[in-house]
T-cell receptor, first 114, second 112 residues
Framework: GQQLNQSPQSMFIQEGEDVSMNCTSSSIFNTWLWYKQDPGEGPVLLIALYKAGELTSNGRLTAQFGITRKDSFLNISASIPSDVGIYFCAGQSAERTSYGKLTFGQGTILTVHP | NAGVTQTPKFQVLKTGQSMTLQCAQDMNHEYMSWYRQDPGMGLRLIHYSVGAGITDQGEVPNGYNVSRSTTEDFPLRLLSAAPSQTSVYFC???????????FGNGTRLTVT
């Protein structure tokens, strides 16, 4: 099956620092999504990317869809304590028979020290 | 709007017991799916449905059954629970294959 490698697995940073995480795939995707999960809740969509090379921002968050369509990254600028959580990337296969199934990365656990 | 609603929030089962995890969405979404979340494994697709009456297997379907008799509901059945099925289960829906997934808040299942 498709593999998504997300790194780093965890990050411990000070409030105010910038954060960067990325995902790489062995397959081409036509959509990349970034989700955040707070403790005890389901993942919530942060940013959706639909075109290779696309760079999209949502407040302090910026994500890019890699030119090769096999990778994506997420940056968080000037982190704050409420940024704590698990961040997931997800890719949607370009194959028509996949019915739009998403493959998720393993997640990046972010801890922000005040 | 309620979005995606999952019940129960927590459940403890003994090995061999069966149960159904409920999922309902009120957004008229075509596509619904079930994922399990285990530490270090991300979210893995169990089963999905592209519309009422249509279901298919995901990455880890063994030990689970689903049905989709209505657009709104997509229950997940554990036929004979095993400790390996201890996990957090998430139901998710999307309007169509091109739109992002919306997740419920999960069901934490422990099988002893």
């Amino acid at each position: 099956g498709q593999q998504l490698n997300q790194s780093p697995q965890s990050m411990f940073i000070q409030e105010g620092e910038d954060v960067s995480m990325n995902c790489t795939s062995s397959s081409i995707f036509n959509t990349w999504l970034w989700y955040k999960q707070d403790p005890g809740e389901g993942p919530v969509l942060l940013i959706a990317l639909y075109k290779a090379g696309e760079l999209t921002s949502n407040g302090r968050l910026t994500a890019q869809f890699g030119i090769t369509r096999k990778d994506s990254f997420l940056n968080i600028s000037a982190s704050i304590p409420s940024d704590v959580g698990i961040y997931f990337c997800a890719g949607q296969s370009a194959e028509r028979t996949s019915y739009g199934k998403l493959t998720f990365g393993q997640g990046t656990i972010l801890t922000v020290h005040p | 709007n309620a979005g995606v609603t999952q019940t129960p929030k927590f459940q403890v089962l003994k090995t061999g017991q069966s149960m159904t995890l409920q999922c309902a969405q009120d957004m008229n979404h075509e596509y619904m799916s079930w994922y399990r979340q285990d530490p270090g494994m991300g979210l893995r697709l169990i089963h999905y449905s592209v519309g009422a009456g249509i279901t298919d297997q995901g990455e880890v379907p063994n030990g689970y059954n689903v049905s989709r008799s209505t657009t709104e509901d997509f229950p997940l059945r554990l036929l004979s629970a095993a400790p390996s099925q201890t996990s957090v289960y998430f139901c998710a829906s999307r309007l169509n294959r091109y739109s992002p997934l919306h997740f419920g808040n999960g069901t934490r299942l422990t099988v002893t």
